[in-house]
């Protein structure tokens, strides 16, 4: 078993809708990433976060530290939102690991 | 501001030939350095990271090996390149081991 894992694996949604992509983890954190990689491969970190919620634009990230759960959100969504997202824990001050992703397709 | 800069965007090399792709890093001194491998269906995986020039820890014993010759500019190498090596590798860097990573647009290997 994976010690991040990311829910659903692919996701295809209708422009607008409102949009969840979970993350659980088995190990204790420090922070947790979310990140985007564009369809070219480039990669953008969205969000970092250790508690709490977090929310830039149309895009929400919310942990859960007792349960070990991460969700990211995006509201009224668009198809130039269709990309991976990455979710990543970080143990104490050491490196990141990653989950495999989840691939989003938003249609006009 | 901090920019990132990854070449070749792209690589198709035979089997057994040298590897060298490049990374720097503009606007940042003293940044933390990474490479990250994503082979097809896996999620990123961590192959080296420097805190310094001349610094460099490896994750993952394999083919490829890293050098950092200045303090910007981080060299993922491979003498001989094996079928395994494809993949699309990605410098990163931070400003402390615990802070927001920064990546580069990446780099598509193909092994033939």
């Known amino acids: 078993k994976n010690e991040v894992e990311q829910s659903p694996q692919n996701l295809t949604a209708q422009e607008g809708e409102f949009i969840t992509i979970n993350c659980s983890y088995s190990?204790?954190?420090?922070?947790l990433h979310w990140l985007q990689q564009h369809p070219g491969g480039g990669i953008v970190s969205l969000f970092m976060?250790?508690?709490g919620k977090k929310k830039h634009g149309r895009l929400i990230a919310t942990i859960n530290i007792q349960e070990k759960h991460s969700s990211l959100h995006i509201t009224a969504s668009h198809p130039r939102d269709s990309a991976v997202y990455i979710c990543?824990?970080?143990?104490?001050?050491?490196?990141?690991?990653f989950g495999k992703g989840t691939k989003l397709s938003v249609k006009p | 501001s901090q920019t990132i800069h990854q070449w070749p965007a792209t690589l198709v090399q035979p089997v057994g030939s040298p590897l060298s792709l490049e990374c720097t890093v503009e606007?940042?001194?003293?940044?933390?350095l990474y490479w990250y491998r994503q082979a097809a269906g896996r999620g990123l995986q961590l192959l080296f990271y420097?805190?310094?020039?001349?610094?460099i820890s490896s994750e993952v014993p394999q083919n490829l090996s890293a050098s950092r010759p200045q303090d910007r500019q981080f060299i993922l190498s491979s003498k001989k390149l094996l079928l395994s090596d494809s993949g699309f590798y990605l410098c990163?860097?931070?400003?402390?081991?615990?802070?927001?990573?920064?990546f580069g647009e990446g780099s598509r290997l193909t092994v033939l």
């Open positions: 990163a860097w931070s400003r402390f081991s615990a802070k927001e990573l920064f």
């Open positions: 190990v204790g954190i420090s922070a």
């Open positions: 976060l250790s508690s």
């Open positions: 990543a824990a970080r143990r104490g001050q050491g490196n990141l690991i």
């Open positions: 606007g940042t001194s003293n940044p933390n």
């Open positions: 420097s805190v310094g020039i001349g610094q």
